[in-house]
């Protein structure tokens, strides 16, 4: 059934709607990637902190100056899911979006992997602020921030199929005669 105006008309189903707000889920990725990184490694398993490796939690001061840095990077995550909601929010309101749970999950694949491939080569290779496990010794640290590029890197990829199968799909459904873009798909 086709939605009710105001005045008592009714709007005709378009053929075609626009695009799924890939960019908002993104930055929902980018925001989730961050919040998992940042309750999960520093945090609960406390393997590192946002400063850890220039300034090592072995003292008090060194403690306070890494909740401070970590409090930084939770603020910018919070600040991605944020606009990530603004952004939905913005399409979601002009009705004119294409639901996809598959181009949700390639959204949010796309920002968490791409989250873990920046903070894997600027804070864990060039910049050495920290390691992803600062627990285990000096030798072993580069496995583990190979693991979690490699782990980013098959989100991406994972997050890049989805997104042209899911994009493909829409394609076809607004080819389609008598398609109805009220029906959820």
């Given at each position: 059934?086709?939605?009710?105006?105001?005045t008592?008309?009714?709007?005709?189903?378009?053929?075609?709607?626009?695009?799924?707000p890939?960019?908002?889920?993104?930055?929902?990725?980018?925001?989730?990637?961050?919040?998992?990184?940042?309750?999960?490694?520093?945090q609960?398993?406390?393997?590192?902190?946002?400063?850890?490796?220039?300034?090592?939690?072995?003292?008090?001061?060194?403690?306070?100056?890494?909740?401070?840095?970590?409090?930084?990077?939770?603020?910018?995550?919070?600040?991605?899911?944020?606009?990530?909601?603004?952004?939905?929010?913005?399409?979601?309101?002009?009705r004119?979006?294409?639901w996809?749970?598959?181009?949700?999950?390639?959204?949010?694949?796309?920002?968490?992997?791409?989250?873990?491939?920046?903070?894997g080569?600027?804070?864990?290779?060039?910049?050495?602020?920290?390691?992803?496990?600062?627990?285990?010794?000096?030798?072993?640290?580069?496995?583990?921030?190979?693991?979690?590029?490699?782990?980013g890197?098959?989100?991406?990829?994972?997050?890049w199929?989805?997104?042209?199968?899911?994009?493909?799909?829409?394609?076809?459904?607004?080819?389609?005669?008598?398609?109805?873009?009220?029906a959820?798909?």
């Open positions: 059934m086709a939605p009710q105006l105001a008592g008309t009714t709007m005709a189903p378009s053929t075609t709607y626009g695009d799924f890939t960019d908002s889920a993104v930055l929902f990725g980018l925001g989730l990637g961050g919040f998992f990184d940042g309750i999960v490694f520093h609960i398993l406390q393997w590192h902190h946002m400063v850890s490796s220039w300034y090592p939690p072995t003292s008090l001061e060194n403690l306070r100056i890494n909740t401070v840095w970590d409090g930084l990077f939770h603020s910018l995550t919070w600040l991605f899911v944020v606009a990530g909601i603004v952004l939905f929010w913005r399409r979601a309101s002009s004119q979006i294409y996809s749970t598959e181009l949700l999950l390639a959204g949010l694949l796309l920002g968490w992997g791409g989250f873990n491939l920046v903070e080569v600027v804070d864990h290779a060039l910049l050495g602020v920290h390691h992803v496990n600062e627990t285990v010794p000096a030798d072993r640290r580069l496995g583990w921030d190979l693991a979690f590029l490699g782990w890197a098959v989100m991406v990829a994972a997050g199929q989805l997104l042209r199968h899911g994009n493909a799909v829409r394609r076809g459904r607004q080819r389609r005669p008598g398609w109805n873009p009220e959820r798909p």
